[in-house]
């Protein structure tokens, strides 16, 4: 009887959780939530729409961008996500789309229920893209009293605290957030976060499709962020240990007496030296993240690289990568005056009518995070010979028409008449506007992403000369292509260097670490020659270690910061 009793007890409450566990989280949503949903994915939806017809659609669709994201992924973006899971794919048809889809899903970053449950409570994880000066300013904004000093821990457990009631404040939904989330994030802050997370920003755009991206992709950016901290984690620990049992070699008894006296670590009386460098390596993580020997930076570094990973490494993100601003800059320092105008003309940003070069630049330097406001006539900058002559023709123009008629026509020649009739047709506006953006609309990226691969050595180099670029001699077609990609990539987005950006943003926090490491092995090592010196010198008997092993653990020492410095 009991059994029977304990059987249905436990049908009972597993038929409970089955019908709470079943319900996946839009079952919850506002309908305005879903709508944002929608449209945030682009998923077209009916208006009006009663809450039922929106929920099927969201429920329909929800697995492709919600729970496996990289089913929407086309054959190439899947390959690039495999290679840099270190899987080798298959090249042409033998790789087919489906199969590529399996291979991601058994190594994608979460399995579908921890992607399921995620979504019940965004507020848990949406923040921790966010840098510490967002994060301050959403609690100034919205009064949220954060105790000094303002730590990045603290931050987000108020706001988390707070989340709902400051949803319900503005009379807004907390579950799929609204723009009242990104209140105090400026357009540039929109387009960084899009450059840090390698994530393309709409071109053209306006504010309201900014946040959509940030919001749609704010998962995805989680994800990744969690992986490479705990990639960077990995490595440093890894690093650490290698290095430090080099150096825990290299000392003798009286170094590790001190170095434990220093670390206030308890050292029992008659131990020996083996036992001494036991109780060093148990204590290593404490030891190198207090050290008193290192700065307050060294020290801060390795603790962002192991145990405080995820807080350091989201503080890197508040600071632009030193590494993709340089490159950026490098790339702007070469420009031409007509290519720095175009940039800020894309962009809404007034172009002073006598302004110097140097001017310019320090314009669009400072314009870098700007997202491009609209069609331009540099609209067609990458456009390939085909794609030109076939807009040219279908434009309704005369002239145009008439160039992309001419035999041997030019890709320059194709350009400028692209350009010369969109500035007429900007200028004119009514329908032949109309006519020209409809067209631009419609142009698929897919069809402008590869055009590079079809134009041939003199339209490259060409296209470079335009950026003021010198061609390095011999340099290949492959080369220029991949010159002419990184100029576009520049032009068009500014700063953004996809996943670039954020790797370098771990290194460069990470390597001050390594540097300490290193700093450490050096003096180790020079510690231990020294003691053989003087040692041989004397001709002393009965000391801890002869000269000759004090030798080979100096080289042992030299060995593994080598080592190091190749990691670095």
Request: glycine share 6%; with cysteine; aromatic share 10%.
């Amino acid at each position: 009887m009991r059994i029977v009793k304990a059987l249905l007890s436990l049908a009972l409450v597993a038929n409970a959780a089955g019908s709470s566990w079943g319900k996946a989280a839009y079952n919850k949503w506002h309908e305005t939530e879903l709508e944002r949903w929608l449209s945030d994915n682009n998923v077209p939806y009916p208006t009006p729409a009663d809450r039922k017809d929106l929920e099927k659609l969201v429920q329909s669709n929800w697995d492709s961008y919600a729970v496996s994201p990289y089913r929407n992924w086309d054959t190439e973006k899947l390959n690039t996500y495999l290679k840099q899971k270190g899987v080798e794919t298959k090249d042409g048809a033998a790789a087919t789309k489906d199969s590529l889809i399996d291979q991601v899903k058994g190594l994608w970053y979460e399995s579908e229920d921890k992607a399921q449950n995620a979504w019940l409570s965004t507020k848990d994880w949406i923040l921790d893209s966010w840098t510490d000066s967002q994060l301050k300013a959403f609690c100034d904004h919205h009064g949220i009293p954060v105790p000094q000093p303002r730590k990045r821990d603290t931050l987000l457990a108020k706001i988390r605290q707070n989340y709902d009631s400051i949803a319900q404040k503005v009379g807004e939904t907390a579950s799929y957030p609204g723009n009242w989330l990104y209140d105090t994030w400026t357009e540039s802050d929109l387009k960084e976060w899009l450059d840090t997370h390698g994530i393309p920003a709409p071109q053209p755009t306006t504010r309201d499709k900014l946040i959509a991206s940030v919001r749609r992709n704010s998962r995805l950016a989680y994800l990744k962020t969690q992986e490479q901290q705990a990639s960077a984690t990995a490595s440093a620990q890894k690093a650490y240990a290698t290095l430090t049992d080099k150096l825990i070699d290299a000392w003798g008894e009286s170094q590790l007496k001190e170095f434990c006296d220093t670390h206030g670590i308890n050292v029992p009386q008659g131990t020996k030296t083996q036992q001494l460098r036991a109780l060093v390596r148990k204590h290593r993580a404490e030891i190198l993240d207090n050290a008193s020997t290192a700065s307050a930076s060294a020290a801060s570094a390795y603790g962002a690289a192991t145990s405080k990973a995820g807080n350091a490494y989201t503080q890197a993100t508040d600071k632009a990568s030193i590494a993709s601003q340089e490159a950026f800059n490098d790339a702007v320092n070469t420009w031409t005056e007509s290519r720095l105008k175009a940039y800020l003309e894309a962009r809404g940003v007034p172009v002073p009518k006598k302004g110097k070069v140097d001017e310019l630049r320090a314009l669009v330097r400072k314009n870098a995070h700007q997202a491009a406001s609209g069609w331009t006539a540099w609209t067609f900058d990458d456009w390939s010979y085909d794609n030109l002559k076939k807009y040219l023709a279908s434009s309704g123009d005369a002239a145009a028409k008439k160039v992309a008629d001419k035999s041997g026509a030019t890709r320059d020649e194709l350009l400028a008449a692209a350009q010369s009739g969109y500035a007429s047709a900007s200028s004119v506006g009514g329908s032949s506007y109309a006519s020209v953006t409809s067209y631009l609309s419609q142009a698929t990226d897919s069809a402008k992403a590869s055009a590079f691969d079809t134009w041939s050595e003199s339209e490259l180099k060409s296209y470079l000369d335009s950026y003021g670029i010198p061609v390095p001699q011999g340099s290949t077609v492959n080369e220029l292509r991949a010159y002419a990609r990184k100029q576009y990539t520049y032009f068009k987005y500014g700063t953004s260097t996809p996943t670039e950006t954020i790797f370098a943003k771990i290194g460069d926090y990470v390597k001050p670490a390594y540097q300490w490491v290193l700093k450490q092995l050096n003096a180790g090592s020079a510690a231990a020659n020294s003691a053989a010196d003087a040692a041989k010198a004397k001709g002393q008997a009965g000391v801890d270690y002869s000269a000759e092993k004090v030798k080979q653990g100096a080289d042992k020492v030299k060995e593994g910061a080598d080592k190091a410095k190749e990691e670095l």
